[in-house]
């Protein structure tokens, strides 16, 4: 719908005015573009008994799952964390080994992979008009979402161009900072208070970053066991430790708005986590860092399923 208003014997759009010039009966504060005034029916007027009809247009019985939602971001963050673990985390066991390591080089890139294609699986899952999904990319000057599936094409592009120009993948990193931050914009809507937050921007780039840490880590364990070579683990299991007590840090600081069980759940997960992470730095074995990896999964999982879950608890 368009609104526009009359000043000074020009047309102006409305949202393009600030608040307080808006013409009464508006508001001089909103929240919403464009700003918008809704009158009630002149049967609400009446003395009789109000009831909802069309319950199910204003709150559905049968809400579409979000958990495809949950898969793709999480598994899109995690290659992308994972891409800029790798950049460095092997350097040190790949020029140790003897033999030619194209390997052992091979492997972590083929799990970044595997993480963004069932990402992009997950995502198609999610969409209502799955026909029309070419046209997601041609809003760029106007939609975040256009902007989230542009830089994915060009994370994916990256990564696929790391296998022939090896020094690429620094620019993929790059493109994943900005796949993260357009993913996070994406859930900046001013009708969700819950998601319009710096927390979330941050959210998201602890998520990646501690994902995709602790998953490479665990391919190193394994890498290590193959080839014999000892590596020093205290410096990953330090900066896994970094990461965790962020994530428990936004944890905590959080408005309790999500069910308590479920946000103590996550944060013993968090805590078991960095329990384990501080053992591994001792005892750095291929088990350890699965099980650290399996505890952060899944807290993960219960904070991405909570921050969709504040799409029920809104006020309609």
């Known amino acids: 719908m368009r609104e526009v208003i009359r000043v000074s014997d020009q047309f102006s759009e409305l949202w393009e005015l600030p608040a307080s010039e808006h013409p009464f009966p508006l508001p001089n504060n909103s929240r919403t573009e464009p ?11 009446n003395d009789l008994e109000k009831k909802i009809s069309n319950y199910e247009e204003i709150r559905p019985k049968y809400q579409k799952s979000e958990m495809p939602l949950v898969a793709f971001t999480l ?14 985390m092997f350097t040190l066991l790949w ?7 194209w390997l052992l080089r ?19 899952l999610h969409l209502g008009a799955k026909r029309n999904a070419w046209r997601a990319p ?3 000057k106007k939609s975040w979402l256009s902007r989230e599936i542009l830089f994915m094409g060009l994370f994916g592009a990256g990564w696929l161009a790391g296998f022939v120009l090896p020094e690429t993948k620094w620019v993929t990193s790059l493109l994943g900072i900005g796949l993260i931050y357009s993913m996070a914009k994406v859930y900046r809507l001013h009708t969700m208070p819950a998601w319009d937050t710096w927390r979330t ?5 602890i998520t990646s970053a501690l994902l995709g840490h602790s998953l490479m880590w665990g391919v190193l364990a394994y890498e290590t066991q193959l080839t014999g070579i000892n590596i020093p683990s205290a410096i990953l299991a330090g900066i896994t430790v970094v990461f965790l007590v962020s994530e428990l840090g936004l944890l905590l600081s959080a408005k309790e708005s999500a069910p308590r ?3 103590r759940l996550r944060g013993g997960l968090i805590v078991a986590a960095i329990i384990g992470a501080v053992t591994t730095a ?6 350890n860092t699965v099980t650290v990896f399996a505890l952060v999964l899944i807290e993960e999982i219960i904070g991405r399923w909570l921050f969709y879950r504040a799409l029920q608890d809104r006020a309609f």
Do not use: R
């Open 35 to 45: 700003h918008l005034m809704v009158k009630s029916h002149v049967a609400m007027g």
């Open 75 to 88: 598994l899109v963050q995690m290659a992308v964390g994972a891409l800029w673990a790798a950049q460095w």
């Open 95 to 101: 020029n140790l080994v003897e033999f030619d390591a």
């Open 106 to 124: 091979l492997v972590p890139y083929l799990i970044i992979g595997a993480c963004l294609g069932l990402g992009g699986f997950f995502s198609f």
């Open 138 to 140: 041609f809003h760029l």
């Open 201 to 205: 921007t941050a959210g998201f780039f």
């Open 261 to 263: 069980a479920a946000n």
């Open 282 to 287: 001792s005892q750095f074995n291929l088990w």
